[in-house]
């Protein structure tokens, strides 16, 4: 049961035109229940709910509802890609240069100063991608083993 006024998954899916299928709607809740998944961690999740789906079918399933706008893919440097179900907002990420941690982070200051590019070259702006890079509190309390 969805809360007053929230859409259920099956009628994002349908409001975006896509085919609602159990393994979609699992697929979507696994994400967005996570935290910035691989695929491996998205089909182990969608296979808890509703038993075997193959691994081509995930990436097809994660590439239709990004496309559509439900999932974001995040590729930080170095790593897999990442889906997140946070999606419409000016939001960016710390990732942990240790363990890999990713972590939401809002806009720095004020109405989205990072959509201004000192030069755009005549492009029209309307996303900025930022990645902060450093350790996250667990990897910044051990030893200085990780540099």
């Given amino acids: ?63 239709a509802l990004t496309a559509a706008g439900l999932l974001r893919r995040i590729e930080p440097p170095g790593s897999p890609a990442r889906f997140e179900g946070r999606v419409g907002d000016n939001h960016h990420h710390l990732v942990c240069r240790s363990c890999g941690t990713v972590a939401d982070v809002d806009c720095a200051v004020g109405h989205a100063p990072c959509l201004t590019a000192s030069d755009n070259r005549g492009f029209s702006v309307d996303e900025a991608e930022v990645i902060y890079w450093g350790l996250c509190p667990a990897c910044s309390s051990t030893p200085d083993d990780h540099l």
């Fill in 1 to 63: 049961m969805t809360a007053p006024g929230k859409p259920s998954t099956a009628e994002e899916l349908r409001g975006v035109g896509l085919r609602v299928t159990a393994a979609r709607v699992a697929l979507l809740d696994t994400v967005r229940e996570g935290d910035h998944l691989g695929v491996e961690a998205i089909a182990a999740g969608v296979r808890d709910r509703v038993g075997h789906i193959s691994l081509q079918a995930v990436y097809e399933a994660l590439h």
